[in-house]
């Protein structure tokens, strides 16, 4: 894990992020995270490859990753935002998607890209974080989105 204490941004691999949320395969949509900026903000990555499982069905002549699958890769790099920020023990805990509002869809994801998600924080009260969120390839953008996650305890 490199770190740049100057900038105070940290860097966050598969390892620790596996450690942070409960996603798994198939459902996990964060390799990497970068520029981690506690209680402010972070950039997730996720780098898309043809063997992902909803490209069989969306769309086999033109595989488009799903829209709604974009919004959970912003939220899940929320997620580890969120609990790397509050030093979540998973042990008893998750982090749920709370809402989302002002969606917008802007240009298809394909096979061979790079999504970036640039999630930062606008509101934080305890176990709730509202924040903003915009998925790129290169420099256009994917999707854009408000959204809030929970802090919950779970048995």
Request: net charge negative; aromatic share 8%; charged share 25%.
């Amino acid at each position: 894990m490199s770190n740049d204490v100057a900038a105070g941004e940290v860097s966050i691999d598969i390892s620790e992020i596996l450690k942070r949320i409960p996603h798994r395969y198939p459902f996990l949509l964060v390799d990497r995270a970068e520029e981690y900026r506690a209680h402010e903000s972070i950039v997730g990555v996720k780098c898309v490859t043809i063997n992902e499982p909803f490209f069989q069905g969306h769309f086999p002549e033109y595989a488009v990753m799903p829209g709604v699958l974009i919004v959970e890769a912003m939220a899940q790099t929320g997620a580890v935002l969120m609990s790397k920020s509050l030093d979540v023990d998973p042990a008893g805990k998750t982090i749920l998607f709370a809402s989302v509002d002002n969606c917008r869809f802007r240009n298809p994801v394909r096979p061979g890209d790079v999504l970036r998600m640039y999630v930062k924080v606008l509101r934080a009260r305890g176990g709730l974080f509202k924040f903003e969120g915009k998925a790129m390839v290169g420099d256009k953008i994917a999707a854009e989105a408000e959204f809030a996650a929970m802090l919950v305890e779970t048995p």
